[in-house]
C-alpha cells in the first residue's frame, strides 16, 4: 500500500505536490492546462494557473537509501521521462518559509583569511535549462552529491528573478542549442545586475566530434562566462567540475566579499590610513584621512606621494631615514611635519609598516597617521576635524581634543623611535604601539614567531624596564642565524676569529678566475692491496693491535703504520662484526670487506689529516660511542648500523680544503651543490654511489626498499650533521631536548632507574633519536683534543698542516685566504689549538658527556687543554716545547 503525496497550497494559489520518500527524480513536473493543475491524477480546480512560476526550487537534501540504485537506473535508461518518479520538492515560496532551518541542518565551511575566520554556507547553484534532459539531470544529482542547495530555471525571465532572489554562488548555463534561448544574453543580463560580480558562471557546450574544428572560448569569455564545460551527462563529470570551481573560483571569491568588512572598517576609523603600492603610488586613503589633509579621495589616489606638497620642516636625512627603514621590511613610526591641502603644516605621529607579498617583496605600505596634539595649530585643525564629523557638539569635541592632548603628550621625535638613530629609548606608550602591530603582522606560526607573540603579549603589561630588555632580546631573536655566536671585531683573538670563520660559513664570493676541480679518478676497487676476506684472515700483528680497539686510548696511528696508510678496512671489519652490521643488512663479508676496500680506496691519503686515518679514527670513537649504556639503550639496531656507516664515509673524497676554499674558488662541486655545505653533500653522493655501480659492494642490494630508504636518510642526516655552520644549532637542540628534560630525573632521590625511563622516553620520540645521532658523530669528527696527549699532539700537527698547505694555495692562485692565522711561518698552533677548545669543543663536550657519561674523555680533554695553555703562555707557537722536540 503506497504512501499518499503530500499537497502543498502557494500563496498565488498554485497546487504543488511533495512527493513520498521513494522518489528520486529531479524535477516536479506539472501540467497545467486550461485552469486546472493536474498532479499525479489529482485535478484541482484554481483560477491562479496562469500565475505558476517558471523557477522551481529544490532544497539540498541527501537522498533516500533507495535512490541509489535508482539514479543508476535512471543512466542506464538513457534519460527517460520522470513524470512518474517525483523527488522532494517546493516552490520558491515554500523554500522561503523553510530556508532558515535548511540553513542550519546543512554543513558548513571554516576559512581562514589572514586573522579573519569565515563561515562558508553551502554552495547555492543555479541551473539555467529550456528543458530537462540528461544534462540537467546529471548536474541536479552532482549538485545534491556535493551538499550544495539548486535551483533550476526554465526560461531567461525566471532566471534573472532567481539570481536576484538568491544570488548563488555558481550558475550552469545550457549553451548546446540556441532554439529555445540565447545563452549568452541571459549570461550578459546577469553579469549586468551588481550581486554577479562575484558569481562564477559556467556554459554548458555541446561535444566535439572528431571531424569539427575546436571553437574559440574568447566569446563565451567576452558575454561573460568564467569557465565552460563540455556536454557530459556523467553525475560524477558534473560533480568534479562544480567541486573544482568552488575550491577555485568560489573561494576566492568568497574571500574577496570578507575583504569588504575591512575596507568597512578602514572607512569607520577615526586613525587616518593611507595604503600604497611598494612604488609609493596612493592606491586608498580613508575619510579620516581626507578631512586631516583636506583632500577628497579622488585628488590622491595614483598620485605619487613625491607629487603632493611637503612641509617645510622636512629635512632630507629624516625621509631618508624613513625610506631606508621601510625599503628593509622594517615598520617605521614617529612624528611627522605634513602640509594639508589649504597649506597649513600639521604635526603628525605616523606609522609606516610594509607589508610583505608573494615572494617574500614589499607589495604595499600602509600607514596610519595621528594628529600630534602639541601645538596651537594642531588643536584647531582636530577640534574643527572633530566638529566636521561631530556636528552640533561642540563640547564634546573640545573634551576630546583635550584627551588627544593627554594622550599623546609623551611621544617624542622620530630620532628617538627609530632604535637605530639613537640610544635614546621609545616611550612606553610608543612601544606597547609598535607590539601590537608586530603581533597583528605576524601570519605564519613557526615555532620562533610563537615565541615573539608571548614576549610581545609580556610586554603590554610589563614595567618599562622590563619592557625595554625585552625589546632588545625581540631583536635579538629576529636575526637569522639564532645559534651563531656573534664575534667582536676589534678585540677579539684573531686565531678563533680566522677559525670560526673558516669552518663555519660556506665561503665569500669569487673574486678570480682560477678553479678548483676534483680529481676525475674515482677508483672503484683496489684489488692489488693486501686486504684480508675476512676478519679471521688478519696478520697478527695487526689483530693484536685491534685487540685494543674498544678502549678509547686505541692508538690509530699505530695501525695506521701497520696497514701501509690504509686501516679503514681492517678496523671496519673487526668494527663492522662486533656490531653485526653483515646480519642487519643480510650481505657476506666479502660484500663488506670490498665496500670497505673501495670507499677507502677513495680517500686521499696525500691529505695530512682528512684521510682514511681519520675516517677510521671517527669509527672507533662512534662505535666507543655506541658501547655507552644511555646511548645504546637509545638507539636501534638500524641507527647503529647507519652510525657506523656514516662515521665510514663522512669525509670520503676529500680535497683537504674547505668549504670555503672551494666555493671560492668556483670549484664544479660549489656549483652543483649551490655552495652549500659542499664537502658534506658530496662525501654522501659519491659514497652511495660509488656502492650502488658495483654489485661485488653492494651492502645494501638485500635490504628491502623501506628499511633501505630509512637507513639511507639517517646517513645523509649524520654526514650533513657534520658540516660546521650549523654546529652551535645541533648543539642547543641537543642541550635543550636530551639535557635539561633528563636533569630533574638525574636529581630525583628515585633516579635508580631512570636511565631505563629516559631512554624509553627518547625511543618513543624519532626526532630526539635524530639529535642524538648527530651530536655522536659530531663528536666523534672532532674529538681529537679529547685524546690521549700524544695523539692530541699528532692530530694537531696534521690538520695545522692542512690549513697551511690552504693558505699556501690561497696565495697562489690569488683567491681570499679564509684563515690568515694559519700561515705556515707565523701561526701559533697552541693559540688555534685553545680557540678550537674554547670555542667548540668545551660546550658540545659537556652536553655529549652529561648524556653518555665520558669521565676519560673529559680528563683527557683538561689535561690536553692545559698543555697547549701552558705552551702559549711560554709564547711557544710550535706543537711542543723546543726541548721535548730535541728529545
Known sequence: MGCAPSI????????????????????????????????????????????????????????????????????????????????????????????????????????????????????????????????????????????????????????????????????VIDHRNSRYFDAEDICRSIRAVEPSEHTVILAVVPRISADQEETSVLPLLDAGFDRQFMENSSVTACYNELVQIEHGEVRSQFKLRACNAVFTALDHCQEAVEITSEDHVIQYVNPAFEQMMGYCKGELIGKELTELPKSDKNCADLLDNINTFIKKGKEWQGVYHARRKSGDSIQQHVKITPVIGQGGKIRHFVSLKRLHCTNENNKQVYKSHHEE??????????????????????????????????????????????????????????????????????????????????????????????YSPQLGT?????????????????????????????????????????????????????????????????????????????????????????????????????????????????????NSYHNSTHAADVLHATAFFLGKERVKGSLDHLDEVAALIAATIHDVDHPGRTNSFLCNAGSELAVLYNDTAVLESHHTALAFQLTTKDSKCNIFKNIDRNRYRTLRQAIIDMVLATEMTKHFEHVNKFVNSINKPMAPEETSPHSEGSDTECTANIKNFPDNQTLIKRMMIKCADVANPCRPLELCIEWAGRISEEYFAQTDEEKRQGLPVVMPVFDRNTCSIPKSQISFIDYFITDMFDAWDAFAHLPVLMQHLANNYKHWKTLDDLKCKSLRLPSENNN
Open 389 to 482: 564629523k561631530y556636528t552640533g557638539d561642540n563640547s564634546q569635541s573640545e573634551s576630546n581634543s583635550y584627551k588627544c592632548k593627554n594622550r599623546r603628550k609623551d611621544s617624542v621625535d622620530v630620532k628617538s623611535i627609530t632604535s637605530q638613530s639613537s640610544d635614546a629609548a621609545p616611550s612606553l606608550q610608543t612601544r606597547r604601539y609598535s607590539s601590537m602591530a608586530r603581533i597583528h603582522s605576524m601570519t605564519i606560526e613557526a615555532p620562533i614567531t610563537k615565541v615573539i607573540n608571548i614576549i610581545n603579549a609580556a610586554q603590554e603589561n610589563s614595567p618599562i624596564t622590563v619592557a625595554e630588555a625585552l625589546d632588545r632580546v625581540l631583536e635579538i631573536l629576529r636575526t637569522t642565524e639564532l
Open 490 to 606: 676589534k678585540d677579539e683573538d684573531p686565531h678563533t676569529s680566522d677559525l670560526v670563520g673558516g669552518l663555519m660559513t660556506d665561503g665569500l664570493r669569487r673574486l678570480s678566475g682560477n678553479e678548483y676541480v676534483f680529481s676525475k679518478n674515482v677508483n672503484l676497487s683496489h684489488s692489488h692491496l693486501p686486504v684480508p676476506n675476512t676478519i679471521n684472515d688478519v696478520p697478527p700483528c695487526i689483530a693484536q693491535l685491534l685487540d685494543n680497539e674498544e678502549t678509547w686510548d686505541f692508538n690509530i696511528f699505530e695501525l695506521e703504520a701497520v696497514t701501509n696508510k690504509r686501516p679503514l678496512v681492517y678496523l671496519g671489519l673487526k668494527v663492522f662484526a662486533r656490531f653485526g652490521v653483515s646480519e642487519f643488512l643480510n650481505c657476506s663479508e666479502v660484500t663488506l670487506r670490498a665496500w670497505l676496500q673501495v670507499i677507502e680506496a677513495n680517500y686521499h691519503s696525500s
Open 8 to 171: 502543498h497550497v502557494s500563496h498565488s494559489g498554485v497546487i504543488y505536490c511533495r512527493d513520498s520518500e521513494e522518489s528520486n527524480s529531479p524535477h516536479q513536473t506539472t501540467t497545467i492546462s486550461q485552469g486546472t493543475a493536474t498532479l499525479h491524477g489529482l485535478f484541482v480546480k484554481t483560477d491562479a494557473a496562469d500565475s505558476i512560476p517558471s523557477v522551481l526550487a529544490y532544497q539540498s537534501r541527501q537522498p533516500p537509501p533507495s535512490a541509489a540504485p535508482r539514479r543508476k537506473e535512471r543512466r542506464e535508461s538513457g534519460g527517460a521521462s520522470a513524470r512518474s518518479r517525483t523527488p522532494h520538492c517546493c516552490s520558491v515560496e515554500a523554500e522561503t518559509q523553510t530556508s532558515s532551518s535548511s540553513v542550519k541542518q546543512a554543513s558548513t565551511t571554516e576559512i581562514q583569511v589572514g586573522p579573519m575566520r569565515l563561515t562558508q554556507y553551502p554552495i547555492q547553484v543555479l541551473l539555467i535549462f529550456a528543458k530537462e534532459d540528461n544534462q540537467s539531470n546529471g548536474f541536479w544529482w552532482a549538485c545534491d552529491r556535493a551538499g550544495y542547495r539548486c535551483n533550476i530555471a526554465w526560461t531567461p525571465e525566471s532566471a534573472l528573478e532567481c539570481f536576484l532572489d538568491k544570488h548563488q554562488e555558481i550558475i
